[in-house]
């Protein structure tokens, strides 16, 4: 079973928007922070957005006026909303949890897979 399941990623032209989602599975007991981060050919990862359980929320200032992060506690899901794009957010972008299954565990830092966002100028 994937732990985080993400979706829509995909090609977008320069102006246009995406919404990504994210989705944690299997039993789990509480979810602290959940974020969005992404990678570009040759660079780092880098953090893109964060939202606490509580919805305290972080950008990075190159996308904080364009993009919004929010979460569904009851759907243990997170989401991006990415407008005014331009062509250096393109990238690959992961999601991740800080996810407690068990009451007696640890919180665990889990990583979706990846989704793809091009952007065309």
């Known amino acids: 079973q994937v732990p985080l399941v993400e979706s829509g990623g995909g090609l977008v032209q320069a102006g246009g928007s995406l919404r990504l989602s994210c989705a944690a599975s299997?039993?789990?007991?509480?979810?602290?922070?959940m974020g969005w981060y992404r990678q570009a050919p040759g660079k780092q990862r880098e953090m893109v957005a964060v939202?606490?359980?509580?919805?305290?929320?972080n950008y990075a200032d190159s996308v904080s006026d364009r993009f919004t992060v929010s979460r569904d506690n009851t759907k243990n899901t997170v989401y991006l909303q990415m407008n005014s794009l331009k062509p250096e957010d393109t990238a690959v972008y992961y999601c991740?949890?800080?996810?407690?299954?068990?009451?007696?565990?640890?919180?665990?830092?889990?990583w979706g897979q990846g989704t793809q966002v091009t952007v065309s100028s």
């Open positions: 991740n949890a800080a996810i407690v299954y068990r009451v007696s565990d640890s919180r665990r830092d889990v």
């Open positions: 299997g039993r789990i007991f509480s979810i602290d922070d």
């Open positions: 939202i606490t359980r509580g919805g305290s929320t």
